[in-house]
């Protein structure tokens, strides 16, 4: 397993690896939120937006030459956030869930916010979505908050938003 920086090439396997942990770790959503998750969040323009955009991290993890996992992070541009990153998500292949990649990616992260300066990194996580919520207290994270999110279909969801302080 090694970990690199996402490519322009990996988009479409970034897609298909957000397609199938979205459906998967979201399966308490309608279909049709799931799909508009997908469409929306992970579009090509979005996606090479992300990647010329350089307070973006995008980190794969890559497994017998193939994409198998990736992390993306934004830096937070407020001045009350200053050396803030907000983790958008870890997202692995489902049928590779349990190997510790979603550790090695979240490891390789640390390593990049670290090298840009960050010390504390946020990510909200919907309530109902267990699996993730036990994933990042079990990587440190501290659960501070909770507040509503829009969803893209209309509608709201809860969610939590968690806080790991790097320094």
């Not at 830096?75 to 958008?88: F, K, P, T």
């Not at 916010?113 to 010390?119: A, K, L, N, S, Y």
Request: charged content about 35%; hydrophobic content about 35%.
């Amino acid at each position: 397993m090694e970990t690199r920086d996402v490519t322009a090439s990996d988009i479409p396997e970034i897609r298909r690896v957000s397609h199938e942990a979205v459906n998967t770790a979201y399966d308490f959503l309608p279909e049709k939120e799931r799909e508009a998750t997908v469409r929306e969040r992970f579009s090509d323009d979005r996606l090479e937006t992300a990647l010329a955009d350089d307070d973006v991290i995008l980190i794969a993890a890559v497994a017998d030459g193939e994409l198998v996992g990736y992390a993306h992070v934004d830096a937070i541009n407020r001045a009350d956030a200053v050396g803030e990153g907000s983790l958008r998500g870890i997202y692995v292949r489902p049928n590779r869930w349990r190997e510790g990649i979603g550790t090695i990616l979240l490891d390789a992260t640390e390593k990049a916010i670290r090298e840009r300066g960050f010390t504390q990194l946020s990510i909200g996580v919907l309530t109902e979505n267990e699996r993730g919520r036990r994933f990042f207290e079990s990587n440190g994270f501290e659960r501070v908050e909770e507040r509503v999110e829009d969803l893209f279909t209309g509608g709201t969801a809860y969610q939590q938003v968690y806080y790991h302080d790097f320094a």
